[in-house]
């Protein structure tokens, strides 16, 4: 149960997070391609305030996120972290004072509904608490080759897949930035000396600036709409296979394959959705602007 709550509240503080960094990058307009217009962008981007606040929220949820992962299965943290969007859905409406759609609320009980059925179906097992270099070498290359063919992919297309190709390429990598917190967190009994002496907690924060650009990427690219998806699902998806490669988390297939796969549909379903709910797009923010002017108008 505590793995499960602080789950959700790191799930309920990123998505605060995406939401708010969405709205700055919806702001500033892209100004053209190109490395040196891409980084001009990302430096107008940073110092907006709602970047700022999102960069607090994603933060908090990294602590909570952690916490998480220091009692509980990668397996299990990670594909809960999907609920993000829920919980987007639900502090969305409340602010900006959106009534739900039923459309949108059948796509809120899809996700809900997929999330449960694929975590009782596959039931993630806890497994070491670390990992042996050998298998963090072997698995790294792979998720790094990975990556690096949906950056490659996704220089050669524009729009919605572009987006979601980088999407996908964040979600890997925060996949990845999990399993590296998970195995720092596993050393933390040994020491200090144990978890900044060794190479996991540096890498953990290099894979994690990685996924924060390729995310700051996908925004740039693309709408929530475009990106969300292979951002939920591909985390949770990833983070299953690196929790049963690295530390031999177990989970249930054999007949339950074909509920799992349900799950895994019905989420998908859900997170488009959602993902291109007003609370949740960010389209509120296109909706409330007065023609001519920068700054949102209150919301009646």
Do not use: C
């Amino acid at each position: 149960m505590l793995v499960v709550v602080l789950a959700l509240l790191a799930a309920l503080s990123n998505a605060a997070a995406s939401v708010l960094q969405r709205r700055a990058a919806a702001d500033e307009p892209e100004g053209g391609a190109g490395v040196r217009q891409a980084v001009r962008w990302l430096g107008k981007v940073l110092r907006r305030r709602y970047w700022v606040a999102g960069a607090g929220m994603l933060a908090l949820s990294t602590v909570l996120q952690a916490a998480a992962l220091g009692v509980g299965s990668l397996a299990l943290v990670q594909p809960l972290m999907a609920t993000e969007l829920l919980f987007t859905l639900v502090v969305g409406s409340v602010v900006f004072h959106r009534r739900p759609d039923p459309r949108t609320w059948l796509a809120f009980a899809a996700l809900a509904a997929g999330l449960a059925v694929f975590l009782i179906s596959v039931a993630p097992a806890t497994g070491r608490s670390t990992a042996s270099a050998g298998r963090w070498l072997v698995t790294a290359g792979a998720v790094l080759g990975a990556v690096v063919a949906l950056v490659v992919t996704a220089r050669a297309v524009r729009g919605a897949p572009r987006a979601g190709l980088l999407g996908l390429a964040s979600a890997v990598s925060f996949s990845l930035t999990a399993a590296l917190l998970k195995e720092v967190t596993g050393r933390i009994p040994d020491g200090v000396g144990a978890v900044l002496g060794t190479w996991p907690v540096y890498a953990t924060a290099v894979a994690g600036a990685v996924a924060f650009l390729l995310l700051q990427s996908a925004f740039r690219a693309g709408t929530l709409a475009a990106s969300q998806p292979a951002l939920t699902l591909g985390d949770a998806l990833t983070s299953v296979a690196l929790g049963w490669a690295l530390f031999g988390e177990q989970i249930t297939l054999g007949v339950r394959v074909v509920p799992a796969v349900l799950g895994v549909a019905l989420m998908g379903a859900g997170t488009v959705g959602l993902a291109r709910a007003p609370s949740v797009s960010g389209s509120w923010d296109a909706a409330s602007r007065s023609p001519g002017t920068d700054s949102p108008r209150s919301v009646p």
